[in-house]
């Protein structure tokens, strides 16, 4: 697998592709199929028609990976929060982490439930091209714990930030149920068929340094080591939104590291090429328009090369109303411009 070996370093014929939120309402295919669901919920939780979405960008696109199509938050639901996804407003949980005692309340060995994640990934893997790898994946701790003190998105984490400078070690207790959690969760689906995975912290840039640092890089880099150790054929991907200032205090055990769209990725490539493959990060909005995402693409070229070493990714995901077919045309132009002789 193209995606795989490039995990690796390993020689590949073009720099292979995939973008996040592939699967989505930018295509007529998946809006269709979520309308048979009812709920998102309920999509994520149907094993056929979960499938179907998370092969329809391979199938469309030809990307040279598919990414499991199922929510972050899917991990905090079945510990025992209750969780609706509601129209214009996003997730929202019936309650909230706040005290020991909350946290107390949260089932153990909660990624046992989640089966129809599991049988999904078996699914797709038995219907993927075998030369298109399968990624699995889970929010970081510290994501999921935002959502879980928070009940929902927020812009300022103000409940999050206050236990965490008011009461670290309560902070810390959730970090580490939801970093055990983690573990058994991406284990299972590695040997569901995920040929690798990849942790999101998408809320990474709402804190400072060594917070970041001590409640949210500390657990991923204990879970990449916890699952190198049981897998080292298995690449890890970490993608940690929005931390350009702190990327010379990043290390631990995985194999790619995911540049958002807002850091240079010639500064990525400074401070961290040595160490890992990079995987980006063209800013999504550039597909609006045809000549901005070819320059954007030309961009990451001249910086990357044609050496091994780069995934193309977008530095986030995709949106719901960007042009199908500059999607397409985007896969294509990467391949002409980093196939080697």
């Known amino acids: 697998m193209i995606f795989v070996d490039a995990c690796f370093r390993k020689p590949t014929p073009y720099t292979p592709i995939w973008l996040m939120r592939q699967a989505g309402r930018y295509l007529n295919e998946y809006k269709e199929v979520r309308r048979q669901a009812g709920s998102f919920l309920d999509l994520c939780k149907n094993v056929r028609l979960a499938t179907e979405v998370t092969l329809q960008p391979v199938e469309i696109l030809d990307v040279d990976a598919a990414i499991l199509f199922s929510d972050i938050l899917v991990v905090p639901y079945e510990m025992g929060m209750g969780l609706e996804f509601l129209a214009g407003e996003g997730p929202k949980f019936s309650r909230t982490i706040q005290s020991s005692a909350d946290i107390g309340s949260l089932e153990v060995g909660a990624y046992k439930n989640l089966s129809y994640v599991y049988d999904t990934l078996s699914t797709i893997r038995t219907r993927l091209p075998k030369d298109k790898a399968l990624i699995g994946f889970s929010g970081a701790p510290w994501?999921?714990?935002?959502?879980?003190?928070?009940?929902?998105?927020?812009?300022?984490?103000?409940?999050?930030?206050?236990?965490?400078?008011?009461?670290?070690?309560?902070?810390?207790?959730?970090?580490?149920?939801?970093?055990?959690?983690?573990?058994?969760?991406?284990?299972?689906?590695?040997?569901?068929?995920?040929?690798?995975?990849?942790?999101?912290?998408?809320?990474?840039?709402?804190?400072?340094?060594?917070?970041?640092?001590?409640?949210?890089?500390?657990?991923?880099?204990?879970?990449?080591?916890?699952?190198?150790?049981?897998?080292?054929?298995?690449?890890?991907?970490?993608?940690?939104?929005?931390?350009?200032?702190?990327?010379?205090?990043?290390?631990?055990?995985?194999?790619?590291?995911?540049?958002?769209?807002?850091?240079?990725?010639?500064?990525?490539?400074?401070?961290?090429?040595?160490?890992?493959?990079?995987?980006?990060?063209?800013?999504?909005?550039?597909?609006?328009?045809?000549?901005?995402?070819?320059?954007?693409?030309?961009?990451?070229?001249?910086?990357?090369?044609?050496?091994?070493?780069?995934?193309?990714?977008?530095?986030?995901?995709?949106?719901?109303?960007?042009?199908?077919e500059n999607a397409i045309e985007l896969v294509k132009i990467v391949r002409e411009k980093t196939r080697k002789p």
């Open 143 to 324: 994501t999921l714990a935002t959502y879980m003190i928070e009940g929902q998105g927020s812009k300022s984490y103000a409940r999050s930030k206050r236990m965490l400078y008011a009461n670290p070690a309560l902070l810390h207790l959730l970090l580490e149920r939801l970093t055990n959690e983690i573990k058994g969760y991406l284990s299972t689906q590695i040997e569901a068929g995920a040929n690798a995975v990849q942790i999101f912290d998408s809320w990474a840039s709402a804190l400072e340094k060594d917070a970041y640092l001590e409640f949210g890089w500390k657990y991923i880099k204990d879970i990449a080591h916890f699952l190198k150790a049981k897998y080292p054929h298995i690449p890890i991907l970490c993608f940690p939104k929005g931390i350009s200032g702190f990327l010379d205090s990043i290390d631990g055990e995985f194999d790619v590291f995911g540049v958002d769209w807002s850091t240079p990725l010639s500064l990525a490539k400074a401070i961290l090429g040595d160490k890992y493959v990079l995987q980006g990060n063209l800013e999504p909005a550039r597909l609006y328009d045809r000549e901005s995402m070819i320059r954007g693409v030309e961009e990451i070229v001249a910086t990357m090369g044609k050496d091994n070493g780069h995934i193309f990714n977008l530095g986030h995901g995709m949106t719901p109303d960007l042009p199908r």
